[in-house]
Nanobody, 117 residues
Framework: QVQLLESGGGLVQVGASLTLSCVAS????????MGWFRQAPGKEREFVAS????????LYADSVKGRFAISGDNAKKTVYLQMNSLKPEDTAVYYC??????????WGKGTLVTVSS
């Protein structure tokens, strides 16, 4: 089992920056990826960004490319999401995701990001 704890959400104004953190605990795996998904009110959960453990390859949704940056600290089992130039459409609950080598997913409880215009 893997437990995920997100932090860093909040209320910000358009154009501001915010950094989300997610700490993983529990069983250790040697091959996994971590990332972020988000769910806006009335919408389905969508992929935001991910980072691989072994080579730290990163992937981003088109909607956040150039504005968001994902990074990880393997020693701390922590993944970060630096969000810049925030827009009202970035308002959502952001969920941390841990994907095992065999495809099993673990989820955090989410942290709310609200971008006010």
């Amino acid at each position: 089992q893997v437990q995920l704890l997100e932090s860093g959400g909040g209320l910000v104004q358009v154009g501001a920056s915010l950094t989300l953190s997610c700490v993983a605990s529990g069983r250790s795996f040697s091959n996994y990826a971590m990332g972020w998904f988000r769910q806006a009110p009335g919408k389905e959960r969508e992929f935001v960004a991910s980072i691989g453990y072994s080579v730290h390859n990163t992937l981003y949704a088109d909607s956040v490319k150039g504005r968001f940056a994902i990074s990880g600290d393997n020693a701390k089992k922590t993944v970060y999401l630096q969000m810049n130039s925030l827009k009202p459409e970035d308002t959502a609950v952001y969920y941390c995701n841990f994907r095992r080598f065999d495809g099993v997913n673990y989820w955090g409880k989410g942290t709310l990001v609200t971008v006010s215009s």
